[in-house]
């Protein structure tokens, strides 16, 4: 059956009202007193901490109770200009200044103030003629001894004649890992155009809790566009593509309803005993934050970490127009080479000119595209100055009749000498930047007993960095192998030779690999698969783009433990596409395996995966072993309470 409302959620005490049981009502007036006394009550009652009083003990565990408040809860036409909250006890009230959110919002924070047992909120700015304002404490009021919360206290008011007491609920969650996305700002806007999400504030506000979860209470009738966001510098709006942004994608229309239920006749005609609930519309929403591409070109950070070495990170890819002049010292000759990553935000000056690098100081321009206010490409230009300290090094003694060595430089390898992995592929990689690189000085070399049998190979050049090469080979497993390099096979931009590399090595045992055999099944569309380190970094070891149900296979895995991930690869082009507000089009939808594969060596796993995406997926990649281990850990502690105690 279709959900309907708030059914089934965690924050079911926010959202039930439970059921009423209303007794000996004529059928005349049933209906009406059915809906007035079901919306009193699951307001109240989620509004207000219960009204009680400790029971003793040895630890104070009960939270503070609301006893009086000014005005009352769900008053109307309220005209002060401050609310309080008196308590049956002392509270503090530091967190309420950092926690309290007010909707619809206000853009001076209100004074909070405490006499005695009560809590005022002053406001600092005249309140909107006849709204429905909702104050979440969320569960910053603590007693003053042991620091109890009251958990999601929740207060509002009318300044009108009418009281609105719709609302909209959901979760927020980070579009491409899946995961909740706490302390973000959700927004109601009446203003249809997205437009209005950038330039101007909401009409109503809520925040996320740690699981996600938001609820914005106390909402007017209407129709109304619903965002999220990380609201960077707390102006309520989106003015910066560092933020992350979600939005829902048609338009939210609030409503409520009250479902009566008939479940027993008392006596005569026409008296019933009915139970029953409210439904809230539109059902929970579920919003995926993104961060979108936008070009918002500006010299992030640089640094000169070496007195060589001048490194410049922008927060865009740079264009073919980008210039780096040298202002101080002047030089008529060739003084530097450039090398970039791959997105080309990231630029290192290598200095080539000793002269110039020996300076302390050195003073740069760098000419770079923006975009401006009319959003047009031009040019902007940065001065700025880079200072390099050496760091302080005893002076070597130099022996008597020592001769000084030529300098030199090493060229690195990727290469594990006792068990290389064979699907690894050799990487050789240069400190600086090289002017050649003899590739006919390069070899590789299999040794079976003590002979030595020459493979014909390929250096080719990274295709992202111009200090990498590798060498592709098809390894067999527990061979030996060696790796060699001439000395002077390569030059660095300074003219300093590279040493010579004598390097023998053996590969893995083909025994010491596991393998994963998964089965997809119930795609609508073309994907891609992606096994993942298990940490919190999520590493992308491997990836298959699949266009259709059917088998892949992750060969070679070491014995460690694995995510998977998939993409819903609409688009077709291989990767994932983040979303964009202005075309109103979602990020692309991610599903994770339900739990963590542990691979083991000399082992293959045959996993079947049915896809069966929903706006209401719930990330939950369980770790067996894990959760094996913790359900012992517990076991061992009963027992041991159990023994202790007897």
């Known amino acids: 059956m279709e959900q309907t409302g708030f059914d089934n959620i965690e924050n079911r005490k926010w959202i ?24 009193f009550y699951l307001i109240f009652y989620t509004s207000c901490a219960n009204i009680g ?27 002060g200009s401050d609310i309080r909250l008196s308590f049956n006890e002392f509270i503090v009230p530091d967190e309420v ?22 809590l005022i909120v002053q406001f600092s700015e005249d309140l909107r003629k006849g709204s429905t304002y909702s104050l979440d404490f969320k569960n910053a009021v603590v007693d003053n001894n042991e620091k109890n919360p009251i958990e999601d206290l929740r207060f509002s008011f009318s300044t009108g004649s009418t009281f609105d007491s719709l609302r909209v609920a959901g979760y927020v969650k980070n579009a491409l890992s899946q995961d909740s996305v706490g302390k973000a700002l959700v927004l109601l806007h009446r203003e249809k155009d997205y437009t209005a999400f950038i330039d101007s504030i909401p009409d109503y506000i809520g925040t996320t809790n740690e699981a996600g979860f938001f609820m914005i209470d106390n909402v007017a009738p209407g129709e109304y566009r619903l965002y999220a966001l990380m609201d960077g510098d707390n102006s309520l709006t989106y003015n910066s593509n560092s933020e992350l942004i979600a939005f829902a994608d048609s338009l ?33 929403q579920y919003l995926m934050m993104f961060e979108e591409e936008k070009f918002d070109q500006y010299l992030d950070s640089y640094k000169r970490s070496q007195a060589n070495k ?46 110039i690098s020996n300076n302390d100081s050195l003073k740069f321009e760098l000419k770079y595209q923006v975009l401006d206010s009319l959003n047009q490409l031009v040019i902007k230009r940065d001065t700025l100055e880079m200072i390099y300290t050496p760091p ?59 002979v030595k049998t020459m493979i014909p190979i390929v250096v080719e050049k990274d295709t992202n960095s111009i200090r990498k090469y590798y060498i592709e080979h098809h390894w067999e497993p527990n061979s030996n192998y060696l790796f ?60 298959i783009q699949i266009l259709e149900d059917g088998q892949i296979e992750f060969p070679f895995l070491k014995p460690e433990k694995y995510k998977i991930k998939l993409i819903l690869d609409s688009n077709k082009n291989g990767k994932w596409d983040t979303g964009y507000l202005a075309g109103n089009l979602q990020p692309e939808a991610v599903v994770y395996y339900p739990k963590v594969i542990k691979v083991r060596s000399n082992f293959e796993y045959k996993e079947n995966w049915r896809i069966d995406y929903k706006p209401n997926y719930k990330k939950e990649v369980i770790d067996e072993e894990l959760e094996k281990e913790k359900a012992r850990k517990k076991e061992q502690d009963k027992k041991a309470a159990i023994k202790s105690g007897g």
């Open 392 to 450: 302080k090094m005893p002076k070597p003694k130099k022996k008597k009749n020592e001769v000084q060595e030529s300098p030199t430089i090493n060229l690195s390898n990727n290469i594990n000498s006792s068990a290389h992995d064979i699907y690894q592929r050799i990487k050789i990689e240069a400190p600086e930047p090289l002017t050649s690189f003899d590739f006919s000085k390069v070899s590789l070399y299999s040794i079976i007993d003590t």
């Open 53 to 79: 009083s400790p029971t003793g003990g040895a630890k104070d565990t009960i939270p503070p109770v609301v006893i009086k408040t000014i005005p009352e809860l769900r008053s109307t036409n309220f005209k």
């Open 16 to 39: 039930s009202s439970g059921n009423i049981l209303l007794k000996y009502f004529r059928l005349k007036s049933i209906v009406p007193l059915l809906l007035g006394a079901s919306l």
């Open 484 to 543: 060699h390099i001439d000395s002077a096979a390569a030059r660095n931009i300074y003219g300093f030779p590279s040493n010579k590399i004598d390097q023998k090595f053996r590969t893995q045992k083909e025994d010491f690999y596991g393998q994963i055999f998964l089965t997809i099944s119930g795609l609508s569309g073309p994907a891609i698969v992606q096994l993942l380190a298990n940490t919190k970094e999520e590493k992308v070891l491997q990836r």
């Open 310 to 355: 001048c490194d410049f990170y922008f927060a865009e890819s740079l264009s073919d127009s980008f210039r780096v002049s040298l202002l101080k010292p002047t030089t008529t000759k060739d003084w530097s080479f450039m090398e970039t990553n791959l997105k080309r935000d990231s630029i290192t000056v290598w200095l080539t000119d000793t002269i």
């Open 252 to 284: 939210i229309i609030p409503s409520a309803k009250f479902v009566a239920r008939t479940d027993t006749i008392v006596k005569g005609q026409d008296t019933l005993v009915v139970t029953g609930h409210v439904d809230f519309l539109p059902k929970l």
């Open 97 to 118: 200044r950092e926690k309290l959110v007010i909707s619809p919002p206000m853009k001076k924070k209100p004074v909070i103030k405490m006499k005695g047992k009560t």
